[in-house]
């Protein structure tokens, strides 16, 4: 059976209310799920989670969400309508950085939300927000429709990546984290080429970093038009995956 569209919900009047109890609406459960998501992350937080801060049972909220995979979806799009999607900039591909990184910053700006991006399928009406002015920005620089239909999900795609990666201020290339201990340790008889890289796999700031894969991105983009055969030969894509429902 299909699935309902959370952003097509019908209204539910609820029936409690007074000064100990506000009442109950959609609006209300996303915007504390949303808290609980910044404050805990997407592992933290439940349809149980949720009910028990409203005073409420998680019965409840069954007549607002269907499960905690719609709450996710409508609290991804909340948190993305601040992405500025008409920046500043004189040319396409600055504004283009520009609205990127805005949407980077969304994310970063609370701990959990980068992770339920990159395991929440972003739908809703600000995620249609963001890839209108994508596609648009895109056919500003001369990528034909179809290229950059795809473009779009490869562009947003690094970013999530990108963000989940740094979630909770982890910098996995600093000098504590995992990935510099694991390179500065490697043995270099056994790992000649890591060693001989060692400096440059742990060089540059993130914002070079974001920078030059953006750049590397838009080139390959701009040089690889999708060919007649390509949505036959393009194998099918592998689901993002979701969090457990509780």
């Not at 002015?133 to 056919?139: I, K, N, Q, R, V």
Request: charged share 25%; net charge positive; glycine share 8%.
């Amino acid at each position: 059976m299909a699935r309902r569209n959370p952003f097509e919900a019908l209204h539910v009047e609820s029936r409690r209310g007074g000064p100990r109890k506000l009442p109950l609406s959609r609006d209300v459960i996303v915007a504390e799920a949303l808290r609980q998501i910044a404050a805990t992350g997407t592992r933290g937080t439940s349809l149980r989670s949720v009910a028990a801060a409203l005073k409420t049972g998680p019965a409840t909220l069954y007549a607002y969400v269907d499960d905690l995979e719609e709450l996710q979806a409508l609290v991804l799009d909340r948190a993305l309508a601040k992405v500025n999607v008409r920046p500043a900039g004189s040319g396409w591909r600055e504004r283009l950085d520009a609205l990127l990184r805005s949407y980077a910053r969304v994310l970063a700006a609370r701990p959990g939300l980068a992770q339920l991006a990159f395991g929440t399928v972003a739908v809703g009406p600000n995620a249609l927000r963001i890839t209108e002015a994508l596609l648009a920005l895109l056919e500003e620089g001369g990528v034909d429709l179809p290229t950059g239909a795809w473009a779009v999900d490869l562009l947003t795609l690094y970013v999530t990546a990108l963000m989940a990666e740094h979630a909770d201020g982890l910098d996995p290339t600093t000098p504590e984290g995992a990935v510099a201990r694991a390179i500065t340790g490697a043995p270099a008889d056994e790992y000649p080429r890591v060693a001989a890289a060692r400096t440059h796999l742990l060089s540059g700031s993130g914002d070079e970093r974001f920078a030059w894969a953006l750049d590397v991105l838009l080139r390959g983009i701009l040089h690889t038009p999708r060919t007649a055969g390509a949505a036959a030969k393009r194998p099918a894509p592998t689901p993002r995956k979701r969090a457990h429902r509780r």
